[in-house]
């Protein structure tokens, strides 16, 4: 067993006002006492990124938060260095909630496994992790999408909007993107197979869609908030179905969602869901025994982008709670 290792980690400096800045974050090496009998002790091998974090570090994520001072939150991807537990060897690849530093103890419940039929373990992170689940929970579960529906997917590319357009092609559905820029309509239309792609800055989201689909939308994944759910509302089929699931116009503080009249919903005779993944975690076996076969042989396409080290996780955050990202951002800690 060794005794006080260094621990690179990233501490939250202050509590972000609006946007999150670097300076909100900082990289300390902390130190790592000896590990305590019973605990595993995992070295991070990928972080995740994800958009919930801004709730969590403002102190306000469905009841817990981190505060000024704590190691910021998140799921990673890890190995195995320490253990006495016959169950968990060293070198087992595991998924668990380190946060974002390089060394973690944990008890073995808190730990799972990675599949080892997956070459590459980043994608529990992404495709068949967290979002992918999300995605799976949305248009399989929920809204239960079907040959010859229309499902409209804004925040297209990232890490739910990825696996959500792969699941409804699947199932036979037309796939309309929405997204920004260039390069992400390249990669919606040429990497994840959408039928269509609107750019939410450059072009106007209601005469696209009238456009696109004259017969109107039939399922929507509220991945963002207004104004683009109001939009997209308006242009519903009747009887059709809306999953909520983000807010992200809302994370920074600086707009508030509302959503349209219920008298819409009413004369749509629309469905609408909310969505939280929590719910879903007892099915996460199943999910990947389904996708992680799939995942291996090619017939899905995880979309990640990849930073390289711990000390880029606070550029890479503050990227992508601007939109910037291209990708599900993941974070390589280690080897
Ligand atoms: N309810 C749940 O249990 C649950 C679980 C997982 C995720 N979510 C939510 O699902 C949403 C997508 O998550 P994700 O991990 O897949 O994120 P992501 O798509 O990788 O990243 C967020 C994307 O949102 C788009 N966006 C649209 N308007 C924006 C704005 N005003 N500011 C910043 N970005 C904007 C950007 O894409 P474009 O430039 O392409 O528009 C950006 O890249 C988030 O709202 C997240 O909180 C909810």
């Known amino acids: 067993m060794t005794n006080n290792l260094d621990n690179p980690a990233v501490i939250l400096a202050k509590r972000p006002e609006g946007l999150p800045e670097p300076d909100d974050f900082r990289l300390e090496t902390r130190s790592l006492g000896p590990r305590s009998s019973g605990q595993i002790r995992c070295q991070t091998l990928y972080l995740s990124l994800d958009p919930y974090m801004r709730s969590v570090i403002a102190g306000n994520h469905m009841g817990h938060g981190v505060d000024p001072g704590e190691v910021i939150a998140g799921e990673v991807v890890a190995r195995v260095v320490e253990s006495d537990d016959d169950d968990w060897p060293i070198d087992t690849v595991v998924r668990c909630q380190s946060g974002w530093q390089t060394l973690s103890d944990h008890p073995a419940e808190a730990l799972s496994r990675v599949p080892a039929s997956l070459s590459r373990p980043s994608l529990v992170l992404s495709i068949l992790g967290m979002p992918g689940l999300t995605a799976w929970a949305g248009m399989v579960d929920l809204a239960k999408v079907r040959d010859?529906?229309?499902?409209?997917?804004?925040?297209?590319?990232?890490?739910?909007?990825?696996?959500?357009?792969?699941?409804?092609?699947?199932?036979?559905?037309?796939?309309?993107?929405?997204?920004?820029?260039?390069?992400?309509?390249?990669?919606?239309?040429?990497?994840?197979?959408?039928?269509?792609?609107?750019?939410?800055?450059?072009?106007?989201?209601?005469?696209?869609?009238?456009?696109?689909?004259?017969?109107?939308?039939?399922?929507?994944?509220?991945?963002?908030?207004?104004?683009?759910?109001?939009?997209?509302?308006?242009?519903?089929?009747?009887?059709?179905?809306?999953?909520?699931?983000?807010?992200?116009?809302?994370?920074?503080?600086?707009?508030?969602?509302?959503?349209?009249?219920?008298?819409?919903?009413?004369?749509?005779?629309?469905?609408?869901?909310?969505?939280?993944?929590?719910?879903?975690?007892?099915?996460?076996?199943?999910?990947?025994?389904?996708?992680?076969?799939?995942?291996?042989?090619?017939?899905?396409?995880?979309?990640?982008?990849?930073?390289?080290?711990?000390?880029?996780?606070?550029?890479?955050?503050?990227?992508?709670?601007?939109?910037?990202?291209?990708?599900?951002?993941?974070?390589?800690?280690?080897?």
């Open 148 to 335: 010859g529906d229309v499902v409209v997917i804004p925040a297209a590319v990232g890490g739910v909007g990825a696996m959500a357009a792969q699941l409804c092609k699947r199932a036979g559905a037309t796939t309309i993107a929405i997204t920004s820029g260039e390069a992400k309509r390249r990669i919606a239309l040429e990497t994840l197979g959408y039928d269509y792609c609107i750019d939410r800055v450059e072009e106007d989201l209601a005469e696209s869609l009238t456009r696109i689909a004259p017969g109107g939308v039939s399922v929507y994944f509220d991945l963002v908030g207004d104004p683009t759910l109001t939009t997209v509302a308006q242009q519903l089929s009747i009887g059709g179905r809306v999953v909520l699931c983000g807010l992200i116009k809302d994370y920074n503080g600086d707009h508030k969602t509302t959503g349209p009249h219920p008298g819409l919903w009413i004369t749509k005779r629309a469905t609408v869901s909310g969505l939280v993944v929590y719910d879903y975690e007892s099915q996460r076996t199943a999910f990947e025994d389904e996708f992680v076969p799939l995942a291996e042989s090619g017939d899905l396409v995880a979309n990640e982008e990849m930073h390289d080290g711990l000390a880029t996780a606070p550029d890479a955050f503050c990227e992508l709670m601007r939109g910037r990202n291209h990708g599900k951002v993941v974070v390589k800690v280690g080897d």
